[in-house]
């Protein structure tokens, strides 16, 4: 299993940026798909989920209304559209897939996301 995030990086806050997480070695139109993000001292906190159909997705109540999760089966990728930034969204974001029949969490790299002016 591979996951590797990209599209991360340094955007003043009110701007946007566009995660990109490709996956590969596995099926993955089979499982959801997550977007985390975690800062120094802090736990690991879930940001959005899209169920492997990619209808009816979950939202942290932090970032409902300015962040989007969204995925395309056909290339193996889930995105994270976050838009209207601000500077407590700074933090590193990774992607994951979490296989319940064994409770297994496969993590990306993580991608570096600062918002500051």
């Known amino acids: 299993v591979q996951l590797v995030e990209s599209g991360g990086g340094l955007v003043q806050p009110g701007g946007s940026l566009r995660l990109s997480c490709a996956a590969s070695g596995f099926t993955f139109n089979n499982f959801a798909m997550s977007w985390f993000r975690q800062t120094p001292g802090k736990e690991r906190e879930l940001v959005a989920t899209?169920?492997?159909?990619?209808?009816?997705?979950y939202y942290a109540q932090s970032v409902k209304d300015r962040f989007t999760i969204s995925r395309s089966n056909a290339k193996n990728t889930v995105y994270l559209q976050m838009n209207n930034l601000k500077p407590e969204d700074t933090a590193v974001y990774y992607c994951n897939r979490f296989v319940v029949r064994t409770l297994q969490n496969d993590w990306g790299q993580g991608t570096q996301v600062t918002v500051s002016s």
């Open positions: 899209i169920p492997s159909g990619g209808t009816s997705a």
